[in-house]
């Protein structure tokens, strides 16, 4: 079983910032890609922001410049620092990843239950 988890969503103003955090545990041999997406109120989820296993990044037009992405692959973790936060950023968060349980299995990819995020004065 392998499970993700996210945390570091609240309420902010806008202009603020900060920092969400997903960590992968259970049975994990490998993870190679792990990435942010988001969805807001009546829309679709869409995708923010990937970071491959060898560090190579990738941003929504509507990120960049403001959002970074990185990981932590000895603790399994991948984080995203938002910066210059704006009202349209206000979401649930979801963190997904590509895992490989053993060397055996294929890879699949597993999402986080999400953590919100409001941008508000």
């Known amino acids: 079983q392998v499970q993700l988890v996210e945390s570091g969503g609240g309420l902010v103003q806008p202009g603020g910032s900060l920092r969400l955090s997903c960590t992968a545990s259970?049975?994990?041999?490998?993870?190679?890609?792990m990435a942010w997406h988001r969805q807001a109120p009546g829309k679709q989820r869409e995708f923010v922001a990937l970071i491959t296993n060898s560090g190579s990044t990738n941003y929504a037009d509507s990120v960049k410049g403001r959002f970074t992405i990185s990981r932590e692959n000895a603790k399994n973790t991948v984080y995203l620092q938002m910066n210059s936060l704006k009202p349209e950023d206000t979401a649930v968060y979801y963190c997904?990843?590509?895992?490989?349980?053993?060397?055996?299995?294929?890879?699949?990819?597993?999402w986080g239950q999400g953590t919100q995020v409001t941008v508000s004065s």
């Open positions: 997904n990843a590509d895992i490989q349980r053993t060397a055996t299995i294929v890879r699949l990819n597993y």
């Open positions: 259970g049975s994990i041999f490998r993870i190679y890609a």
